[in-house]
């Protein structure tokens, strides 16, 4: 197992996004991204999941929206006893060398620090969190 530290810097290739800030959080189960203009859209007669990726700053991560014909949607609960429906995608996650396919919760994350939040379900039997280190895997 790699050994990874509090924050890291991490990529999503099949997006065309690299080098985010991630919060690495044993507490959190699932693995979310800050989005904007998350909607369902009729694309010829099909429902398409669109959204544009931002960064903790609130701009764009790249100059296009992003449409994923396959996704699911949940009903989260946050740390702060909240209920929100968010949509959940498959895609590619790099951390350090590591190349995971994992899902992805889309959500508004503006008002918290990082634009990546990185759950325990990806860090299961693959990586330590030493909570002593910053951007370990970065090096």
């Known amino acids: 197992m790699d050994i990874i530290g509090r924050k890291e810097k991490v990529s ?12 690495i959080d044993t507490g959190a189960y699932t693995t979310a991204l800050h989005c ?11 429902d398409v999941l669109c959204f544009r990726v931002v960064d903790s700053n ?9 449409q994923f ?3 699911i949607s949940k009903l989260f609960k946050s740390s702060f006893g909240e ?4 949509y959940v995608i498959r895609t590619l996650v790099v951390i350090g060398k590591r190349r995971l396919k994992c899902k992805i919760s889309l959500t508004d994350r503006k008002n918290m ?7 325990r ?12 280190k910053n951007y370990h895997l970065s090096h």
């Open 12 to 23: 999503f290739p099949e997006l065309d996004i690299y080098n985010l800030e991630a919060k």
């Open 36 to 46: 904007c203009d998350i909607q369902i859209k009729n694309i010829s007669g099909k």
């Open 58 to 66: 609130g701009k764009e991560c790249s100059n296009k929206e992003h």
């Open 69 to 71: 014909d396959h996704y």
């Open 83 to 86: 209920k929100e429906h968010r």
């Open 113 to 119: 620090r990082y634009p990546v939040l990185i759950g």
């Open 121 to 132: 379900r990806l860090l299961k039997n693959k990586f330590i969190v030493d909570v002593s």
